[in-house]
């Protein structure tokens, strides 16, 4: 049961631009939820939005208006990130829940302050990790966690893309931010390192750039060399401005008894069943007659930013119900933004970065209760969980913000 009273859950959506719109469409679609409303700055792109999806949805400018004129459980927030935290500030106010997107915010202060706001508020925070979700990282991560090939050693993830800033079906904001593609789009990459390796980052050496002929003001080209805490290494490579138009991903993973391959963005994820005492016979380089033949992995059929979508908002919603904590909550999230934030150390410096150096600068520590539930806890809960992350962001109630 949602917080209205009703079954299917009454959700808002702020923000119906590049994304918004799919979230429309996914909300809209969800069988346990309706699209009680839609808010964007730009009017025409929320009524666009309703008319495509849900006719009798009425559309907004300003979200404390909306959320004065109606009845919502829960807010999907798809707007860009200078907006995340006071969007996200208000909705807690009304004491609802909110799924907001990535990044929650390029201002590590802010994210921990909504993190602390949502424990006060005793409210979920999920945040827009949707290519978790894909059936590629579900497969990958099985691998990984259920030991089927051995150990996982080491990963090589490369993601060669020309993305033209200047197409009018793309978001404009990210032309003029300080670190376009590791807080869009790589952001999205380490988060699937984490959750699909099931480990977290140890330390990394990281490089960024901007090539001549690229659309954007500043470093869209990152490369990162990760040690994580359980000895895995990956490396990698991603970028917006690339000298070839057809969009390159390649996701390998080396594994004691074999390899997993992805070759497509949101699909063809191959298996590679490694037989060691070929090395000895054949030729000393072997081509595709002579080395092992890649078995494809079965994988559910999956519209891309659809169905990885659908997947997360099923996670949000039962939490709104109260039926399951989410995984992919804002506490989460803050692990994968400070390896954003060594990445910059890195690239200033120079050198080697240990996370733990990140989370003594942000004065992050370990979540006050259940590490697993993260978000949500009671209103008993919110009180210490007050105290302990202002105590983490070294400030007071007052200082903070936080309703005393
Ligand atoms: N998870 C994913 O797969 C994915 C994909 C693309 C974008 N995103 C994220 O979604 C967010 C939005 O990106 P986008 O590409 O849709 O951007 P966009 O510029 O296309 O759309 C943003 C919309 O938000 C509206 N807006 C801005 N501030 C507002 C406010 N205060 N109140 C109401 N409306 C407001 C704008 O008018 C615009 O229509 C970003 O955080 C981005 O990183 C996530």
Redesign the pocket.
């Known amino acids: 049961m949602c917080p209205t009273g009703s079954d299917s859950a009454r959700v808002l959506l ?7 719109a799919k979230w429309a469409r996914v909300i809209a679609e969800a069988p346990d939820a309706t699209l009680a409303g839609i ?4 009017e025409a ?1 929320a009524r666009r939005a309703r008319d495509e999806h849900a006719p009798d949805a009425p559309v907004e ?3 404390a208006s909306a959320l004065a004129h109606v009845a919502v459980d829960a807010v999907v927030i ?4 200078d ?2 935290h ?2 996200v500030s208000q909705a807690f106010d009304q004491g609802l829940d909110v799924l907001c ?3 929650l915010s390029d201002e590590m202060d802010e994210v921990l302050d909504l993190i602390a706001r949502a424990d006060n508020a005793g409210r979920h925070l999920v945040v ?4 978790r979700y894909l059936p590629t990282s579900q497969r990958i991560r099985h691998y990984a966690r259920s030991g089927g090939l051995g150990d996982l050693s080491y990963g090589h993830f490369t993601y060669h893309r020309q993305r033209d800033g200047n197409r009018h079906d ?4 990210v032309m003029t931010m300080a670190h376009p593609m590791l807080l ?1 789009q790589s952001i ?1 990459h380490f988060d699937l390192l984490r959750y699909c390796y099931d480990a977290e980052v140890e330390s990394l050496v990281c490089d960024t750039w901007r090539p001549s002929w690229s659309t954007y003001g500043n470093d869209c080209c990152v490369s990162v060399l990760f040690r994580f805490e359980n000895g895995v290494r990956a490396n990698y490579l991603g970028t917006w401005t690339a000298a070839w138009n057809r969009m390159d991903f390649r996701w390998r993973t080396e594994f004691e008894r074999g390899a997993l391959i992805q070759r497509e963005q949101f699909e063809d994820l191959v298996r590679i069943d490694f037989d060691r005492g070929l090395g000895l016979r054949g030729s000393n380089f072997k081509g595709d007659a002579e080395g092992e033949t890649p078995v494809p992995e079965p994988l559910a059929p999956c519209t891309a ?1 659809i169905d990885d ?1 659908r997947e997360l908002l099923a996670e949000f919603l039962r939490a709104v119900r109260g039926e399951a904590e989410p995984v992919t909550t804002a506490r989460d999230h803050l692990k994968t933004l400070l390896v954003v934030q060594a990445c910059i150390e890195s690239e200033q410096r120079g050198g080697w970065v240990a996370l733990r150096e990140m989370e003594e600068r942000f004065r992050v520590s370990a979540p006050p209760v259940n590490t697993n539930t993260g978000e949500g806890r009671s209103d008993a809960d919110a009180g210490s969980a007050r105290r302990q992350i202002a105590e983490n962001v070294g400030r007071s109630d007052e200082e903070t913000g936080f309703p005393s």
């Open positions: 702020v923000g119906a631009g590049v994304r918004g808010v964007d700055l730009d792109r400018r300003d979200f798809a707007t860009p990130p907006s995340h006071s969007l997107e990535k990044p827009g990790m949707n290519f793309l978001n404009d904001y869009e999205h930013f979508t």
